[in-house]
């Protein structure tokens, strides 16, 4: 069988397999969000309707996607969650400092976003929650994790220049470490931006034992069933502040929320 990713890899896929007599199923992952179609064009709307017309099977990473672009009846769609190593988040393994000496400061307290620095991710948002709870408490700092086109663009941000609590660092091979060393784990998408449907970011927090907070535009939310494990806001950065202030001021609370992930 052939396996490829995405809309124009199937089409153009199957058209070479038609164009040399081929047989061989195909096999597409096309759903790895839970955006859907409903503010797509006609053009992308076209080309996902023709790929999944011309896949033998589908693969979605989450049955928040599959519902999102109205899959559910779809006889040839097989949901496949994204797999996460828990031997990575071993206590034994950890190094609990990691967060300290990769930013250089010295705080009880880390809060971590694991992501792309791409627009649809939000760093402007986790910037300024961070902003709120740094003028409040001196004992925590916010670190943004990943790489991309954004990422020069927040680090020459007020909230980052002005804040040495406030750092971007960038693409880095140990995240395992940095999340296990963190003490409560971010992540939400732009608002009407973007969709996920299975979060790794959100997976590897959970598996760290750490309490998280998304928002409701984030397909992930059903990760955290009631309360355990973290918590849904809107994306509103006084209402996200509050809920980390409010862990911050209980750590019992908060160790406790997060190991029930």
């Not at 973290?230 to 911050?248: K, M, R």
Request: charged residues 20%; hydrophobic residues 45%; negative net charge.
């Amino acid at each position: 069988l052939v396996h490829v990713w995405g809309v124009m890899a199937t089409l153009i896929t199957r058209l070479s397999l038609t164009w040399c007599g081929s047989k061989i199923p195909l096999v597409s992952s096309l759903i790895s969000d839970a955006t859907g179609l409903s503010a797509a064009g006609i053009y992308r709307r076209v080309l996902f309707c023709l790929a999944l017309r011309c896949s033998d099977l589908i693969y979605a990473n989450s049955l928040a996607g599959v519902n999102a672009y109205h899959q559910h009846t779809n006889p040839r769609i097989e949901v496949i969650y994204n797999g996460l190593n828990i031997e990575r988040f071993n206590a034994d393994s950890m190094d609990y400092n990691r967060l300290a000496k990769a930013s250089g400061l010295r705080c009880r307290y880390f809060v971590i976003k694991v992501a792309a620095a791409r627009w649809h991710k939000d760093y402007d948002l986790f910037l300024d929650v961070a902003r709120l709870v740094t003028s409040v408490r001196d004992d925590v700092a916010f670190i943004g994790v990943g790489s991309g086109p954004d990422l020069e663009r927040l680090t020459l941000t007020p909230q980052c220049i002005g804040n040495n609590r406030i750092k971007m660092l960038g693409s880095r091979e140990d995240v395992d470490c940095l999340v296990g060393s963190a003490a409560i784990g971010l992540l939400f998408p732009r608002h009407g931006a973007h969709n996920e449907g299975i979060s790794n970011s959100v997976m590897e927090y959970m598996a760290a034992g750490l309490p998280v907070i998304t928002t409701d535009e984030f397909g992930g939310s059903m990760e955290l069933l009631d309360g355990v494990g973290g918590v849904v806001l809107s994306p509103n950065a006084d209402a996200i502040a509050a809920q980390i202030l409010t862990w911050l001021d209980d750590p019992r609370a908060m160790t406790q929320i997060g190991a029930a992930g």
